[in-house]
């Protein structure tokens, strides 16, 4: 007899196994379907989670129009916001001594300038605004508006000074301009993951703003002739973020690179509040002293 | 067969929910930034490394908050029991250094567990917890570090420290109660990292106190912890009394005003001051300054 025929196959106990182990390979064989299903259905979920909606829109048609830089803006930069002078509060809030320029990198050609400073001069050649170029002024306290000029063009005036900078997104290739104390500004949004100008990476409403600015005339760091020269260039990020009570906070980080005048870079970190309206806006002139 | 369906059931449960978890998983971590690593100062804004004995100029304090803060005397500083005693997680913004800062993750799913702030000697770490963790109760211990969590809103870590010791705002006295908190974001645009900490104190301050600071990321690496801090003798005895100064009697409170002539009220501080209607109030009584003579600046290279 072989070991094979041994197996008691038509006994009782033999018709027992036989079920057992029919049901067993029947549940895997079901498990196995089941897995299956599971995993193309969530295959499936995330493909359409995942699918741009370009390709829905390539389906019916000529895909829309990319949305302009308003309308995918991720974060709202607009309204009225105050500075808050909490940091460097005795080189903003007054006008320091000529020749103080602690904690400012100058190169030795700079040294000269700070210690030639004559407001006198700068008010007599027209000069008052120079230490509110787009390298310092969101460092002088004051009241910011932002609004969208067009769908492309972010503007923000300040009160102090009474300036106006223009973000543009979408530049256009301009001639060559003469420089001016706001520059030329190049903004773009930046986006969770990375996505810098692309709002399909878009994750929550979160994000950031960088504007990069060049052809400024040359200007004022600091209110007492800390210069900087008109090949500076300025790098700007915009972040908001919540404050106690539904306030609202706006940090501007500002990054200062001018191999003439500066060692390293100069960065500062400045913010701002949100206001509810422009009932405290209060439009003042240049002032070479104050 | 009806354990079987419950098996074959939970076995299709489990692989949809890892299915899910792993999909979901590198969108989640792609929307954040990386943060660990060493951040160098640059020091071109506000630190209080080099603060006058009396300088709250720019803090929301209170009129209980100055008073305490003008009794502070920095001989305290040289008590035994206080050398080592540290600054409160504010510092971390406020200080001088950089920040060394690294993650401890968790082992199968790659999750970060926390983010650690390294410290200096005069600062203790800071450990983010990123796992979800609640608070402890209002009622447990207060450290010098407190304790911290945080969670990510797009790639901003945002952060919550809460259970500090009562301390100080800043290092020449202003005071920070032990129901201070602060809510720190860390935003990374390239190799600038730029901390906004809003410190509240309902005890202290009028309005939360905003503090921004950047750091340039460095391929330096910075060490994760201070020199040991040592105390040693500096001419004050156990039992000897605490150095501090009476109501009315703080020798150094007009010396910014004369030094930079400055109001003694922005000097002081308060809520007034911070605010550029505050600028417009003083122009017409500030005397300019001569120029400057001595500790106007880094001398440039030649």
């Given at each position: 007899?072989?070991?094979?025929?041994?197996?008691?196959?038509?006994?009782?106990?033999?018709?027992?196994?036989?079920?057992?182990?029919?049901?067993?390979?029947?549940?895997?064989?079901?498990?196995?379907?089941?897995?299956?299903?599971?995993?193309?259905?969530?295959?499936?979920?995330?493909?359409?989670?995942?699918?741009?909606?370009?390709?829905?829109?390539?389906?019916?048609?000529?895909?829309?129009?990319?949305?302009?830089?308003?309308?995918?803006?991720?974060?709202?930069?607009?309204?009225?916001?105050?500075?808050?002078?909490?940091?460097?509060?005795?080189?903003?809030?007054?006008?320091?001594?000529?020749?103080?320029?602690?904690?400012?990198?100058?190169?030795?050609?700079?040294?000269?300038?700070?210690?030639?400073?004559?407001?006198?001069?700068?008010?007599?050649?027209?000069?008052?605004?120079?230490?509110?170029?787009?390298?310092?002024?969101?460092?002088?306290?004051?009241?910011?508006?932002?609004?969208?000029?067009?769908?492309?063009?972010?503007?923000?005036?300040?009160?102090a000074g009474t300036q106006t900078r223009l973000f543009r997104?979408?530049?256009?290739?301009?001639?060559?301009?003469?420089?001016?104390?706001?520059?030329?500004?190049?903004?773009?949004?930046?986006?969770?993951?990375?996505?810098?100008?692309?709002?399909?990476?878009?994750?929550?409403?979160?994000?950031?703003?960088?504007?990069?600015?060049?052809?400024?005339?040359?200007?004022?760091?600091?209110?007492?002739?800390?210069?900087?020269?008109?090949?500076?260039?300025?790098?700007?990020?915009?972040?908001?973020?919540?404050?106690?009570?539904?306030?609202?906070?706006?940090?501007?980080?500002?990054?200062?690179?001018?191999?003439?005048?500066?060692?390293?870079?100069?960065?500062?970190?400045?913010?701002?509040?949100?206001?509810?309206?422009?009932?405290?806006?209060?439009?003042?002139?240049?002032?070479?002293?104050? | 067969?009806?354990?079987?369906?419950?098996?074959?059931?939970?076995?299709?449960?489990?692989?949809?929910?890892?299915?899910?978890?792993?999909?979901?998983?590198?969108?989640?971590?792609?929307?954040?930034?990386?943060?660990?690593?060493?951040?160098?100062?640059?020091?071109?804004?506000?630190?209080?490394?080099?603060?006058?004995?009396?300088?709250?100029?720019?803090?929301?304090?209170?009129?209980?908050?100055?008073?305490?803060?003008?009794?502070?005397?920095?001989?305290?500083?040289?008590?035994?029991?206080?050398?080592?005693?540290?600054?409160?997680?504010?510092?971390?913004?406020?200080?001088?250094?950089?920040?060394?800062?690294?993650?401890?993750?968790?082992?199968?799913?790659?999750?970060?567990?926390?983010?650690?702030?390294?410290?200096?000697?005069?600062r203790a770490p800071i450990t983010i917890w990123m796992d979800?963790?609640?608070?402890?109760?209002?009622?447990?211990?207060?450290?010098?570090?407190?304790?911290?969590?945080?969670?990510?809103?797009?790639?901003?870590?945002?952060?919550?420290?809460?259970?500090?010791?009562?301390?100080?705002?800043?290092?020449?006295?202003?005071?920070?109660?032990?129901?201070?908190t602060m809510t720190s974001r860390f935003f990374r645009h390239?190799?600038?990292?730029?901390?906004?900490?809003?410190?509240?104190?309902?005890?202290?301050?009028?309005?939360?106190?905003?503090?921004?600071?950047?750091?340039?990321?460095?391929?330096?690496?910075?060490?994760?912890?201070?020199?040991?801090?040592?105390?040693?003798?500096?001419?004050?005895?156990?039992?000897?009394?605490?150095?501090?100064?009476?109501?009315?009697?703080?020798?150094?409170?007009?010396?910014?005003?004369?030094?930079?002539?400055?109001?003694?009220?922005?000097?002081?501080?308060?809520?007034?001051?911070?605010?550029?209607?505050?600028?417009?109030?003083?122009?017409?009584?500030?005397?300019?300054?001569?120029?400057?003579?001595?500790?106007?600046?880094?001398?440039?290279?030649?």
């Amino acid at each position: 007899m072989s070991a094979y025929s041994a197996v008691p196959l038509l006994s009782h106990e033999g018709t027992k196994a036989r079920k057992h182990e029919f049901f067993f390979v029947f549940s895997c064989l079901r498990g196995v379907r089941l897995i299956v299903v599971a995993l193309g259905t969530v295959v499936s979920f995330a493909t359409l989670l995942a699918t741009p909606p370009v390709v829905h829109a390539q389906n019916r048609g000529a895909p829309p129009p990319a949305p302009t830089p308003k309308a995918s803006a991720p974060i709202d930069l607009t309204g009225y916001w105050v500075a808050v002078v909490n940091e460097d509060w005795r080189y903003r809030m007054v006008t320091p001594a000529k020749g103080d320029y602690r904690g400012v990198p100058i190169t030795r050609e700079a040294l000269q300038i700070v210690n030639a400073w004559d407001p006198a001069a700068d008010d007599a050649a027209g000069n008052q605004c120079k230490s509110y170029g787009a390298a310092a002024i969101m460092r002088v306290p004051g009241r910011l508006h932002i609004t969208w000029q067009d769908d492309n063009t972010l503007r923000v005036d300040t009160d102090a000074g009474t300036q106006t900078r223009l973000f543009r997104f979408a530049p256009a290739s301009a001639p060559a301009e003469k420089p001016t104390w706001q520059g030329r500004s190049v903004a773009q949004w930046e986006r969770p993951g990375g996505g810098r100008g692309n709002p399909a990476a878009s994750g929550p409403r979160a994000g950031s703003m960088t504007v990069v600015t060049t052809n400024m005339r040359a200007g004022y760091l600091r209110k007492n002739g800390v210069p900087y020269s008109e090949n500076a260039k300025v790098t700007e990020h915009f972040d908001v973020g919540p404050l106690p009570d539904n306030g609202q906070v706006l940090v501007v980080t500002t990054v200062v690179d001018d191999p003439r005048y500066l060692t390293q870079p100069f960065i500062v970190s400045s913010h701002f509040k949100k206001e509810a309206d422009g009932s405290k806006w209060d439009p003042t002139p240049c002032s070479s002293t104050w | 067969m009806g354990s079987n369906t419950v098996l074959v059931n939970v076995v299709t449960l489990r692989t949809a929910l890892a299915l899910l978890v792993l999909l979901w998983t590198p969108l989640r971590l792609y929307a954040q930034a990386e943060l660990v690593g060493s951040w160098a100062p640059r020091n071109t804004e506000d630190i209080s490394r080099d603060s006058f004995p009396v300088d709250y100029l720019g803090l929301p304090l209170n009129d209980e908050g100055r008073t305490r803060a003008l009794t502070y005397n920095e001989s305290q500083l040289a008590m035994i029991e206080r050398q080592c005693e540290g600054w409160p997680p504010f510092y971390f913004v406020q200080g001088p250094f950089g920040l060394k800062i690294w993650s401890d993750t968790e082992p199968v799913k790659g999750g970060t567990i926390s983010f650690t702030i390294g410290a200096w000697e005069d600062r203790a770490p800071i450990t983010i917890w990123m796992d979800g963790r609640p608070h402890p109760s209002k009622y447990a211990e207060h450290t010098r570090e407190g304790f911290t969590t945080g969670h990510w809103e797009g790639d901003t870590l945002v952060a919550f420290t809460t259970h500090m010791k009562a301390g100080f705002i800043r290092k020449n006295g202003p005071p920070s109660s032990d129901q201070a908190t602060m809510t720190s974001r860390f935003f990374r645009h390239g190799d600038i990292l730029t901390v906004l900490a809003v410190i509240e104190d309902p005890i202290y301050l009028a309005e939360p106190h905003i503090v921004t600071k950047s750091f340039e990321l460095s391929a330096t690496p910075m060490s994760p912890v201070g020199p040991p801090c040592v105390s040693a003798f500096e001419g004050k005895r156990p039992g000897d009394s605490v150095p501090h100064f009476l109501p009315e009697k703080n020798p150094f409170v007009d010396e910014l005003t004369k030094l930079f002539h400055l109001p003694r009220e922005a000097v002081l501080g308060g809520v007034e001051t911070l605010y550029p209607e505050y600028r417009k109030k003083i122009k017409d009584t500030y005397v300019r300054l001569e120029p400057c003579k001595t500790n106007c600046g880094a001398p440039p290279p030649r």
